[in-house]
Structures are given as C-alpha cells and as structure tokens.
C-alpha cells in the first residue's frame, strides 16, 4: 500500500529529472530553473537569453501544463521558479507553503480564442457553433491540470454548451497539443490561448474570441518556490520578466498587461 502512494511522486519526480537534462547541480555556475506553463515557451526563451545578458546566469527551463508543474513542486523536485497559466495552482501552493508569496506577480494575461484548421470548410463563427455534428472532435486542455481547459470549461458553461459538447470533448496534456492537434487536422475545433494561436500562424485559423465576462481573468502569476537554493537570482529572473524589457517581449507574443501587478 504505501508503495502505491509513493510511485505516483517518485514518476513524478523521474519526469522532471528527464525534462531538465538530470541536472543536480546548483548556485549560479549551473543557472536557476524555471517551471513554466508550456504557453510561455516562446516568450519566455526569449526572456531567458535577457536574464542571462544582465546577470551572466543560465536559466533551465522546464515547459509543461501548470497542474503538472504544481505537483513537481509538491513532491520536491529542485525548482527556483514557478510560473503558472493559472491562479489556481499557484493558490495551492501558496496554501501549502511552498512558495515564497512576498514574491509573487501577476505578469501577464492572456485570451482564449476558438481555432480550426486553415483548410476547414466548417460553418464556425462562434462558440455555439460546436454544438453542430459536423463537429464531432473538440480539443481542449485537460481541465484537472491546463489552466486554459479549466477556462474553456467556465466558456462552455456561460453559454450553456456543456451538456452538447461534452461528448465530443478530446483532452490535451497542455495548450500546445490542443494547437497540434488543430493543425493536423486531428481535431475539427480547438480551444487554447490567443498567443498559442498567433504562434501557429497561418497554419489554424481564429474564428471566435472568448469575452471576458464568460471566464475568471486570465492572469499568469510568478513566484520564488520556497525551497530554492538560489532565491536571489530566481527574484532577479522575477524583476527581468517585470520590466520595461520583459514586459515588451511578452506583448510581441501577445501577451496582454496583468491588472494589479
């Protein structure tokens, strides 16, 4: 029996070592590492090599869904930073202890858009539209880890939808499998963030926008995780991402502005 409790966060822990190369080292020499939702990547990646230019510190980063992240940190696998798609899972964590909270931001918000593929003949213009039988797989986040799924599922119930569509339903480990997916044509219709679906240019078409009042705000937080070695330069990566630099490169990929920063 407790073998079976244990196995789920040692796989768990198994994984992270995999994603960020079985790094063991720590201080500045070996860089900070920043667990950060898969919709970040690119924009983050960029801030990274800003981070590197004004303090000479690597930054490792590990990419996936904001659930799984969470649950990295809460089974003790060496993270300095954590940035999440969600408020939620930076909630749970801050219930537990286990983030620094004097250093937690909201540093950016985001959109959630309705995609098909480029070629699709598809009557879709809005969210109501799912309910059609032409369209028999929706892709989405996984709502019990993407933030981005959680959203579309508040989306689907404002309009009434959930019922229609939820056996058409297909979940993605993270936002960008939803855009695979949509690209691929594996999927009639997807659901991520409007700087997912601005990366995939002209390969998916946008053909709906989430309103505002259909969802909770989304807002992506950022936090020192408690158990960091290094929480001077994870704080200096946080003051990066904050700036007037940072800042601009998150709005080149569309990011939008946190309210009450």
Request: charged share 25%; net charge neutral; aromatic share 8%.
């Amino acid at each position: 029996m407790r073998l079976a409790k244990v196995f789920p966060k040692l796989l768990l822990l198994l994984c992270f070592i995999a994603v960020c190369g079985c790094r063991t080292d720590s201080g500045p020499t070996g860089g900070i590492t920043v667990s950060a939702a898969a919709s970040l990547k690119d924009a983050f990646n960029e801030i990274g090599v800003l981070y590197k230019t004004k303090t000479g510190t690597r930054v490792n980063f590990n990419f996936a869904a904001s659930g799984v992240l969470q649950r990295q940190i809460e089974t003790g696998a060496p993270i300095d930073i954590f940035a999440s798609a969600g408020e939620n899972q930076m909630n749970d964590l801050a219930t537990e202890g286990l983030i620094d909270e004097d250093s937690r931001r909201n540093f950016a918000g985001n959109e959630l858009v309705l995609v098909v593929p480029r070629d699709s003949k598809a009557s879709l213009t809005r969210f109501n539209d799912l309910t059609k039988s032409e369209f028999a797989k929706i892709a989405i986040g996984n709502p019990k880890t993407v933030p981005a799924g959680q959203y579309t599922e508040q989306v689907f119930d404002k309009l009434g939808l959930k019922d229609a569509v939820q056996p058409k339903l297909v979940f993605a480990e993270d936002v960008r499998q939803v855009l695979d997916w949509v690209e691929r044509g594996d999927a009639d219709a997807g659901v991520v963030y409007a700087t997912d679906a601005r990366i995939a240019g002209e390969k998916i078409r946008i053909v709906a926008t989430a309103s505002g009042d259909s969802h909770t705000p989304i807002l992506y937080p950022v936090a020192v995780v408690k158990n960091s070695r290094q929480k001077q330069a994870a704080q200096q990566f946080i003051e990066v991402v904050m700036s007037a630099e940072g800042q601009a490169i998150l709005q080149k990929y569309g990011f939008t502005a946190a309210a009450g920063k």
